[in-house]
């Protein structure tokens, strides 16, 4: 029986695919099938968009070229084992980059799709090709690429159309912000946004325990740490909503966590060169933020109640804010922005610098009075907020000691401690000396490498028999693999 693509087929290629002009769609269908024959040529594809725009299945979302997405309604056309379909390999490709092929097994071809409960026939094979990551940091107003790009499929040409906004304009991926009349106001907009079903949001908010993989990792200092790590679909969600709709929440320029630009060097330099440094730790920081705090931030920040509330809840789980998921960091920077601004407005009157990297706050001071002051004022602002002081990490250090600040030592100039150091020189004589047991462990060393030469505490002699290191080491393992394969 001969494969009919028709209108529910071309609905959910679009929405697979969008934003998405005709000559991309086309390209996407044929890659799908295996076979451009059954799919109907562009000018067929065009007259067909245009009456699904009629009926408000689809809108004309960009131009130069001309690109389409589907709408909400034209969502709910699909039939449920096509909406299931059309979300999986939407999250799959949205997950980065990375250029992929599609593939439907050739029983499909057997099948008249006019027949929607024929889509149950349709069967994904998604084959990864080499990928980078394309989500930026979440301080960064993100542009994702196309997922149509990843096929290399389609014409780029440009309308004259002026109307309509290029796709360097649809703040919101899919559509532009204007569409949702400046900002997304509920579940119906986050899914046409994300370009995802509502039941595909819905259900990952009332059985979050399936999407996400829990476990343990150790810490430096004896314990471990627990880690709720969302599965792709819910991660993908997550990213799209850490760079799409949370990228703007403030966060104090006296944060320096997370954010773009800035790292525990740039946080530890604020130290430098002080009388006593003192260090206090948030206790179980992401653990004390709950699903209300989330949502009273983002109604604070004027995001809508119904948008708000969905998005607290898919970014909590169990109640709190997880270790995992990529819109915590983001989220919890931005709870403690006005406690960051306020401390820094009182250390300003007392001589004091204020610095925070995730749950570690650290002031300095000639005075230790006022350090002792403002931990006490540190203390009480925290409990006002459902928050408290891990007291076996509070500590005060003077310059006779070694001030650690977030790992490094901040007496003179901010630098890895001697201990770290001596360690990593011990790693590089082992490896000059027994370079084939440190095949493979190159990229490592290399890491350890650029670590230390960006605090300049390296010799040019050191440096260099580093670099000879590594590179006897590469080609050892690349002499390995050849042997291997050949």
Known sequence: MALTINKDIIVWGLSVIQPASISELRGFLCAVTQDENVVPDG????????ELILIHNVLKVATKPARYSVTHKGGIRLTKKLRYLRDRMRLFLLKDSAYGRFHLSSDVLDQNLDDASSSSSIGLKY??????????AADQKAIWPLVSEQFQIGSTSASDDKNTPTYADLDCYSFDSAYFEGSLKNTSDLSEAIGVSIRLI??????????YRSFEIPKKRGGTRPIDSPRTFLKVIQKWINDYFIYDLKQSNYCYSYKKGVSIKSHAQCHEKQNYVACVDIEDFYGSLTKDHIYNLLLKNNK???IAKVVSDLCTFNNKLPQGAPTSPILSNAFLYDLDNYLVSECEGLNVTYSRFADDITISSDSKENLIRLISMIKNCLRSLGLSLKDSKTRILHKSQKQLVTGLVVNEIAKPARTYRRRIRAIFHKAKLYPDSFKGKEKVLQGYLSYLSSYNCLSSDTQSDY????????NLTSSSNRDKNS
């Open 43 to 50: 000018d067929y594809l065009a007259v067909t968009v245009k």
């Open 127 to 136: 084959q990864d090709a080499q990928r980078s990551n394309s989500f930026l």
């Open 202 to 211: 819905t259900s990952i908010c009332k059985k979050k325990e399936k999407h």
């Open 304 to 306: 809508a109640h119904s």
């Open 467 to 474: 670099k000879q290191t590594i590179l006897n080491i590469k």
